[in-house]
């Protein structure tokens, strides 16, 4: 389906492969919004809806995607109103065409398809929130720019492969505790004890990035590959971790800023 956009390097979790997902269709995400004191529905400026297929085994799935606002891999998108960027997502259009058979003449839907251009690759300037059933799902927030890069451009790339997915987690995790602990050389056995001796993870998290660590360099080193759900116990692992050192840090300052009379600042 070389005239469609996609989203490339997608693990299906039908055939478990990583692949291409074709969009078939899709909609702006609608939104509940204050107006004149009513709560009305409307079009989200960046969020989308839209219907894929998988490009190895042709299995159908929804995928909540964003616009990061960058529209310059996609010349021929003018701008970034929603209904622009609709427009520019949507290749295929729909009318009613007409056969000749025996009288009477029959008319028929029929899908149609601009083949002036090919599809692109839509990864550069959309982000993938949460696909269904199962898949990719958000990314946790607040994380270091470093870090939410290495997760979108080497965990997620490699979801289809088990072993480069438990590496990428190892190297995920490395760099969290580098920059919890403003250190460079050192290695991560011995920052995962100070993060717990320090008090900034519970032993029960410190435990979970051990075997982070140690399957990681299983991955590495060892001949025999692992499975695919160990990998995802290991991202699940990962992404607590995340959510533990950035996520909800930034949540609870969020909240002590909104209530400045109970939290003074110090």
């Not at 693990?11 to 939104?31: A, G, Y």
């Not at 297929?53 to 909540?64: A, R, V």
């Not at 991955?219 to 160990?230: K, N, R």
Request: charged share 25%.
């Amino acid at each position: 389906m070389p005239y469609l956009h996609y989203f490339k390097n997608v693990l299906c979790h039908n055939c478990n492969h990583n692949d291409s997902f074709h969009l078939l269709h899709c909609n702006p995400r609608r939104m509940i919004r204050a107006s004149k004191g009513d709560n009305v529905w409307c079009d989200d400026n960046k969020s989308f809806r839209g219907f894929f297929i998988c490009g190895h085994c042709q299995e159908s799935c929804m995928i909540d995607f964003v616009h990061t606002g960058q529209i310059q891999p996609f010349p021929v998108l003018s701008g970034t109103s929603p209904t622009e960027i609709n427009k520019f997502l949507n290749r295929l259009g729909y009318q009613i065409g007409q056969t000749k058979m025996s009288a009477p003449d029959h008319e028929f839907p029929a899908h149609t398809i601009d083949i002036s251009r090919v599809g692109t690759n839509l990864r550069p300037s959309f982000e993938i929130e949460k696909i269904y059933p199962g898949g990719e799902s958000a990314i946790p927030d607040n994380l270091p720019s470093q870090i939410e890069r290495m997760y979108k451009e080497d965990l997620m790339a490699v979801r289809g492969s088990a072993r480069h997915t438990i590496i990428s987690c190892r190297t995920i995790l490395e760099s969290a505790c580098k920059q919890i602990l403003e250190v460079k050389n050192k290695k991560l056995i011995a920052m995962i004890d100070t993060l717990k001796n320090d008090g900034l993870i519970p032993s029960t998290m410190a435990d979970w990035a051990h075997t982070i660590r140690i399957i990681g360099n299983d991955a590495v080193h060892e001949d025999e590959s692992p499975g695919i759900d160990e990998a995802s116990e290991i991202v699940a692992f990962t992404d607590n971790l995340l959510q533990l050192l950035f996520t909800y840090p930034a949540r609870i300052e969020k909240i002590r800023e909104q209530l400045p009379s109970k939290f003074p600042v110090k």
